[in-house]
Protein backbone atom coordinates (compact mmCIF):
# COMPACT_ATOMS: atom_id res chain seq x y z
CA UNK A 1 0.00 0.00 0.00
CA UNK A 2 2.83 2.48 1.30
CA UNK A 3 4.41 1.56 -2.25
CA UNK A 4 1.51 2.15 -4.10
CA UNK A 5 1.34 5.75 -2.56
CA UNK A 6 4.77 6.68 -2.92
CA UNK A 7 4.24 5.67 -6.69
CA UNK A 8 1.03 7.34 -7.29
CA UNK A 9 3.03 10.83 -5.30
CA UNK A 10 5.74 10.62 -7.82
CA UNK A 11 3.58 10.23 -10.62
CA UNK A 12 1.92 13.58 -9.67
CA UNK A 13 5.19 15.21 -9.03
CA UNK A 14 6.32 14.42 -12.71
CA UNK A 15 3.24 15.55 -14.14
CA UNK A 16 3.42 18.62 -11.79
CA UNK A 17 7.26 19.18 -12.59
CA UNK A 18 6.10 18.47 -16.68
CA UNK A 19 3.38 21.04 -16.52
CA UNK A 20 5.89 23.75 -15.10
CA UNK A 21 8.17 22.97 -17.42
CA UNK A 22 6.01 23.06 -20.07
CA UNK A 23 4.07 26.60 -18.57
CA UNK A 24 8.10 28.01 -18.74
CA UNK A 25 8.69 27.01 -22.44
CA UNK A 26 5.59 28.55 -23.40
CA UNK A 27 6.46 31.90 -21.25
CA UNK A 28 9.83 31.61 -22.88
CA UNK A 29 8.38 31.02 -26.28
CA UNK A 30 5.83 34.25 -26.10
CA UNK A 31 8.80 36.63 -24.43
CA UNK A 32 10.79 35.69 -27.29
CA UNK A 33 7.63 36.70 -29.74
CA UNK A 34 7.00 39.97 -27.90
CA UNK A 35 10.59 40.77 -27.90
CA UNK A 36 10.80 40.29 -32.02
CA UNK A 37 7.76 41.83 -32.08
CA UNK A 38 8.71 45.04 -30.13
CA UNK A 39 12.26 45.34 -32.51
CA UNK A 40 10.42 45.34 -35.42
CA UNK A 41 7.94 47.61 -34.44
CA UNK A 42 10.82 50.39 -33.56
CA UNK A 43 12.28 49.62 -36.79
CA UNK A 44 9.41 50.56 -38.72
CA UNK A 45 8.94 54.13 -36.74
CA UNK A 46 12.77 54.91 -35.75
CA UNK A 47 12.69 57.24 -39.13
CA UNK A 48 9.11 59.15 -38.68
CA UNK A 49 10.22 59.28 -35.08
CA UNK A 50 13.45 61.44 -36.06
CA UNK A 51 11.98 62.99 -39.08
CA UNK A 52 9.51 64.44 -36.07
CA UNK A 53 12.17 64.97 -33.95
CA UNK A 54 14.28 67.51 -36.42
CA UNK A 55 11.45 68.97 -38.04
CA UNK A 56 11.24 71.80 -35.37
CA UNK A 57 15.06 72.72 -35.02
CA UNK A 58 15.76 74.00 -38.31
CA UNK A 59 13.19 76.97 -37.66
CA UNK A 60 14.37 77.25 -34.40
CA UNK A 61 17.82 77.71 -35.43
CA UNK A 62 16.20 80.00 -37.63
CA UNK A 63 14.60 82.21 -34.64
CA UNK A 64 17.73 82.37 -32.42
CA UNK A 65 19.54 84.27 -35.77
CA UNK A 66 16.65 86.24 -36.16
CA UNK A 67 16.85 86.75 -32.27
CA UNK A 68 19.66 88.14 -31.65
CA UNK A 69 20.09 90.38 -34.83
CA UNK A 70 16.79 91.99 -33.58
CA UNK A 71 17.14 95.16 -31.81
CA UNK A 72 13.15 94.99 -29.98
CA UNK A 73 11.93 91.41 -29.14
CA UNK A 74 14.86 89.38 -28.33
CA UNK A 75 13.59 87.17 -25.09
CA UNK A 76 10.65 86.46 -27.21
CA UNK A 77 12.25 84.83 -29.68
CA UNK A 78 14.52 82.85 -27.78
CA UNK A 79 11.87 81.85 -25.59
CA UNK A 80 9.64 80.57 -28.60
CA UNK A 81 13.11 79.02 -30.08
CA UNK A 82 13.46 77.22 -26.97
CA UNK A 83 10.18 75.93 -26.19
CA UNK A 84 9.73 74.51 -29.79
CA UNK A 85 13.57 73.11 -29.81
CA UNK A 86 12.79 71.14 -26.83
CA UNK A 87 9.57 69.18 -27.99
CA UNK A 88 12.16 68.01 -30.74
CA UNK A 89 14.81 67.34 -28.25
CA UNK A 90 12.89 65.51 -26.15
CA UNK A 91 11.46 63.06 -28.92
CA UNK A 92 14.68 62.36 -30.01
CA UNK A 93 15.87 61.57 -26.35
CA UNK A 94 12.79 58.85 -26.33
CA UNK A 95 13.50 57.62 -30.05
CA UNK A 96 17.12 56.79 -28.74
CA UNK A 97 15.51 54.80 -25.89
CA UNK A 98 13.51 53.25 -28.15
CA UNK A 99 16.59 51.90 -30.32
CA UNK A 100 18.74 51.02 -27.68
CA UNK A 101 16.13 49.39 -25.57
CA UNK A 102 15.76 46.47 -28.85
CA UNK A 103 19.51 46.45 -29.51
CA UNK A 104 20.23 43.21 -28.87
CA UNK A 105 16.71 41.84 -28.62
CA UNK A 106 17.85 38.86 -26.65
CA UNK A 107 19.08 41.72 -23.60
CA UNK A 108 15.24 43.08 -23.85
CA UNK A 109 13.75 39.51 -23.78
CA UNK A 110 15.91 38.48 -21.19
CA UNK A 111 14.33 41.96 -19.16
CA UNK A 112 10.99 40.88 -20.28
CA UNK A 113 11.19 37.53 -18.75
CA UNK A 114 12.30 38.89 -15.62
CA UNK A 115 9.23 41.44 -15.60
CA UNK A 116 6.95 38.63 -16.30
CA UNK A 117 8.10 36.43 -13.54
CA UNK A 118 5.65 37.47 -11.52
CA UNK A 119 4.49 33.71 -9.43
CA UNK A 120 4.63 35.55 -6.37
CA UNK A 121 2.04 38.08 -7.42
CA UNK A 122 -0.11 35.99 -8.78
CA UNK A 123 -0.02 34.16 -5.34
CA UNK A 124 -0.49 37.79 -3.73
CA UNK A 125 -3.32 38.39 -6.14
CA UNK A 126 -5.18 35.11 -5.18
CA UNK A 127 -4.81 36.27 -1.31
CA UNK A 128 -6.30 39.39 -2.17
CA UNK A 129 -9.23 38.00 -3.92
CA UNK A 130 -10.28 35.84 -1.32
CA UNK A 131 -9.87 38.21 1.56
CA UNK A 132 -13.11 39.98 -0.63
CA UNK A 133 -14.45 36.64 -1.24
CA UNK A 134 -14.67 35.39 2.39
CA UNK A 135 -15.40 39.03 4.45
CA UNK A 136 -18.66 38.71 5.96
CA UNK A 137 -21.41 41.07 6.98
CA UNK A 138 -21.15 43.95 8.99
CA UNK A 139 -18.01 46.50 9.60
CA UNK A 140 -15.92 43.78 10.41
CA UNK A 141 -16.47 42.38 6.93
CA UNK A 142 -16.42 45.90 5.12
CA UNK A 143 -12.97 45.98 6.76
CA UNK A 144 -11.90 42.45 5.51
CA UNK A 145 -12.66 43.63 2.04
CA UNK A 146 -11.23 46.29 2.39
CA UNK A 147 -7.85 45.56 2.99
CA UNK A 148 -8.42 42.65 0.00
CA UNK A 149 -8.50 45.19 -2.25
CA UNK A 150 -6.16 47.81 -1.10
CA UNK A 151 -3.95 44.74 -1.29
CA UNK A 152 -4.79 44.17 -4.63
CA UNK A 153 -4.13 48.07 -5.49
CA UNK A 154 -0.88 48.25 -3.99
CA UNK A 155 -0.12 44.72 -5.83
CA UNK A 156 -1.04 46.73 -9.10
CA UNK A 157 1.31 49.10 -8.21
CA UNK A 158 4.26 47.56 -7.35
CA UNK A 159 4.36 45.45 -10.45
CA UNK A 160 4.01 49.06 -12.69
CA UNK A 161 7.10 49.88 -10.39
CA UNK A 162 8.82 46.88 -11.18
CA UNK A 163 8.28 47.24 -15.06
CA UNK A 164 9.54 50.47 -14.62
CA UNK A 165 12.60 50.51 -13.36
CA UNK A 166 14.10 47.76 -16.07
CA UNK A 167 15.32 50.28 -18.22
CA UNK A 168 14.64 48.47 -21.65
CA UNK A 169 11.19 47.51 -20.81
CA UNK A 170 10.08 51.07 -19.52
CA UNK A 171 9.99 52.94 -22.72
CA UNK A 172 7.26 49.87 -24.00
CA UNK A 173 4.72 50.78 -20.86
CA UNK A 174 1.37 51.96 -22.41
CA UNK A 175 1.43 55.27 -20.50
CA UNK A 176 4.84 56.13 -21.98
CA UNK A 177 4.41 55.33 -25.53
CA UNK A 178 1.13 57.34 -25.34
CA UNK A 179 3.35 60.34 -24.31
CA UNK A 180 5.95 59.54 -26.68
CA UNK A 181 2.91 59.67 -30.09
CA UNK A 182 1.70 62.79 -28.09
CA UNK A 183 5.52 63.97 -28.32
CA UNK A 184 5.51 63.53 -31.68
CA UNK A 185 2.24 65.06 -32.45
CA UNK A 186 3.80 68.26 -30.60
CA UNK A 187 6.52 68.28 -32.26
CA UNK A 188 5.25 68.76 -35.40
CA UNK A 189 3.09 71.52 -34.64
CA UNK A 190 5.85 73.13 -33.02
CA UNK A 191 7.89 73.00 -36.07
CA UNK A 192 4.46 74.91 -38.33
CA UNK A 193 4.27 77.13 -35.46
CA UNK A 194 7.79 77.89 -35.26
CA UNK A 195 7.92 78.13 -39.00
CA UNK A 196 5.15 80.80 -39.34
CA UNK A 197 7.39 82.79 -36.04
CA UNK A 198 10.42 82.82 -38.13
CA UNK A 199 8.83 84.03 -41.83
CA UNK A 200 7.07 86.61 -39.24
CA UNK A 201 10.94 87.21 -37.52
CA UNK A 202 12.10 87.74 -40.72
CA UNK A 203 10.54 90.49 -42.14
CA UNK A 204 11.05 92.20 -38.56
CA UNK A 205 14.74 91.83 -38.96
CA UNK A 206 14.53 93.50 -42.33
CA UNK A 207 12.21 96.09 -41.33
CA UNK A 208 14.47 97.39 -38.30
Known amino acids: MTTTNESRFERWRRTAVAAAASAG ?37 LLVLEGLAADSGRPFFLAVAAAGAALGLLL ?70 RFSDLPRVAPFLPVSLQFTGYLCLASVVAAGVLGGFAVAGLGVVLLT
Do not use: H
Open 92 to 161: LWRRRRLVRAVDPVDELAAELAEAYDVAGAWARANDALEQVRSAGPGLRGAGRAARGVWAGVQLTKDLFD
Open 25 to 61: EARATVVRELAAALAVLVRRVRIPLLVAGVLPLPPAL
